[in-house]
């Protein structure tokens, strides 16, 4: 069974390698599921980790249906990690009526080109799972990244089943929640590989009495941040 482990850092990718991880998906940000490393990182990884690395495209947190310009971005990226040389990326698209947007989906796979793709948790919003497992299987897409559109993996084993009895050309891939204690449920049924982040917190100064710099509140599947120009033209109105 293929061990792959979500990466947020440097240091977690090399802690995989050295625990004998057999890929990795290199991301930041696992608070929001994670985003687009920046080319730091990305560079950094290319030259310190032997293992197969894949790189998660998505350019913000919130939903998975993109503007044109951060469609864009997300094409951009795959060329900066194809040039890099990466052995896969991670992405997908949906539309706004939670279905596979498979045009979109689909310029990402050419762009990435003889890359594997994993189409990842963006699964999990899907209206009817087993279409788009046929819709993705037709794109040629190599894995499916699930929950079984649950909390957690475990939680959304029965799905992960029929999903897994019915694929016939992709690999589904379970993730989130994924445990030593619960790992080997998923071996003895057949999975072929699973996800996970393996993440431990580290306590770095000894001082925490200090104002947070996390926003719950910017934490939302269901709306994005943005700036908001009338705000910005208030204050400037404001100070001149």
Request: hydrophobic letters at 40%.
């Amino acid at each position: 069974m293929l061990v792959e482990v979500c990466a947020n850092s440097l240091q977690s990718a090399l802690n995989a390698q050295k625990a004998g991880a057999h890929r990795i998906e290199l991301c930041s940000e696992l608070a929001v599921g994670g985003i687009t490393p920046s080319y730091g990182l990305l560079k950094s990884v290319r030259e310190r980790i032997s293992i197969p690395v894949h790189v998660l495209i998505r350019p913000r947190s919130g939903d998975f249906s993109y503007t044109k310009g951060e469609f864009e971005i997300m094409k951009e990226n795959i060329a900066l990690c194809a040039k890099l040389g990466f052995e896969g990326i991670v992405s997908g698209v949906l539309k706004t009526d939670f279905s596979v947007d498979t045009d979109r989906t689909r310029e990402l796979i050419e762009a990435t080109g003889n890359l594997k793709f994993t189409f990842h948790r963006a699964f999990d919003w899907v209206e009817d799972p087993f279409k788009a497992l046929s819709q993705l299987e037709a794109l040629k897409v190599d894995y499916i990244l699930t929950s079984g559109q649950r909390k957690s993996a475990p939680e959304g084993l029965g799905l992960l089943n029929k999903l897994n009895e019915q694929a016939s050309t992709c690999t589904i891939m379970p993730g989130g929640g994924v445990k030593p204690n619960n790992v080997m449920n998923f071996k003895n049924e057949g999975f072929k590989a699973v996800h996970l982040s393996g993440t431990k917190f580290l306590r770095t100064l000894p001082d925490t009495n200090r104002v947070s710099m996390n926003t719950p509140s910017f934490l939302r599947d269901w709306e994005i941040a943005v700036t908001d120009s009338d705000t910005i033209t208030t204050i400037v109105n404001r100070v001149k």
